[in-house]
Nanobody, 118 residues
Framework: QVQLVESGGGLVQPGGSLRLSCAAS????????MGWHRQTPGKLRELVAS???????TYKDSVKGRFTISRDNAKNTVYLQMNSLKAEDTAVYSC????????????WGQGTQVTVSS
């Protein structure tokens, strides 16, 4: 059984910073893709940033230059450093991971709320 657990969400003022963490635990062989997504009520979930096992990253245009995704393969953990936060970044942030070499499966965390407000 594999679990992803996020932490680090909360309330922050515009212009502030937060660092999200997502730790994978359980029966893990290899982790390829890891990503951070966000969703607000009434909208589809969107991919914010992703990182492969080799370190290749992608970002949603609106967060480029403000967010940084990284991972610690030894700890099976992915991070999202969010700087210069804006009100429109308010959402539930969830991580996912593609785990398994022969039969890759997608796992999701439960989500963590990020609220940017003064």
């Amino acid at each position: 059984q594999v679990q992803l657990v996020e932490s680090g969400g909360g309330l922050v003022q515009p212009g502030g910073s937060l660092r999200l963490s997502c730790a994978a635990s359980g029966s893990i062989s290899t982790i390829d893709f890891m990503g951070w997504h966000r969703q607000t009520p009434g909208k589809l979930r969107e991919l914010v940033a992703s990182i492969t096992s080799g370190g290749t990253t992608t970002y949603k245009d609106s967060v480029k230059g403000r967010f940084t995704i990284s991972r610690d393969n030894a700890k099976n953990t992915v991070y999202l450093q969010m700087n210069s936060l804006k009100a429109e970044d308010t959402a539930v942030y969830s991580c996912n991971a593609v785990i398994g070499a022969q039969v890759p499966l997608v796992y999701w965390g439960q989500g963590t709320q990020v609220t940017v407000s003064s």
